[in-house]
Structure formats: C-alpha cells, structure tokens
C-alpha cells in the first residue's frame, strides 16, 4: 500500500513538473521571442500615445483654421487682411515690411 502510494506521488509530481516547466517555457518564449514580445508592445505603446498627442494637436490645428476660415469667408476685406498678413500679397506699386524678432521670426498679433 505504501509503495503504491509513492508511485502514485512520483507520477503526480513529475506531471505537475511537466506542466510547470511546460508553462515556464511558453511563458519565456511569449515575453522573450515571440512577435509580440514585451519590448515590441512597450515601443508599440509609446508609438501610440505619441500619436494620440499628435492626433490632439492636429484637432486644435483644425479648429483654429476652421474658425478662421469662417471669419474671413464673407467679407471682403478680411479676405484682403488675411491675404496681406499670411501670405504677404500686396498691390502694385506697394512696399512690404516685415517685422521680426531677436530669432528673426516674424512678428504677428
């Protein structure tokens, strides 16, 4: 009765043991060799967020132009503005001073 009893043990440890080094090993291979290593999902991670904050810039961005856009459509002197401030057009026989700064960047309000 009692060798049966440590057969039984013998075979249920190195059972367990099997399935613990088997999981051990899969687990190592997924965090370390695998496609979707950590360190691809962290880098992928970073990627993400990177361009989440882009995406969220590029809104603003568009809002602000949208905005604008709305302000100046319809009026035919705040076309002339926008067209004179943003893009330096002028009329004939006219000068154009640009204002700029210490960095020699343009000076706008």
């Known amino acids: 009765m009692f060798r049966f009893k440590k057969q039984l043990l013998d075979i249920a440890n ?3 043991r099997f ?4 999981f051990l090993g899969l687990f190592i291979w997924m965090l370390f060799f695998d496609a979707n290593d950590i360190f691809t ?7 993400l967020a990177r361009l989440e904050d882009e995406r969220v810039y590029y809104v603003e961005k568009l809002k ?3 905005k604008e856009r709305m302000e100046v459509m ?3 002197k705040l076309i002339e503005k926008f067209a004179r401030e943003k893009y330096l057009m002028k009329k004939p ?4 001073f640009v204002l700029v700064d210490e960095e020699n960047q343009p000076i706008e309000k």
């Open 41 to 47: 999902q962290i880098r992928m991670y970073r990627e």
């Open 74 to 76: 319809g009026n035919k």
């Open 64 to 66: 602000a132009l949208e």
């Open 14 to 16: 190195n059972k367990y």
């Open 19 to 22: 399935y613990t080094l088997t």
């Open 93 to 96: 026989k006219e000068e154009i």
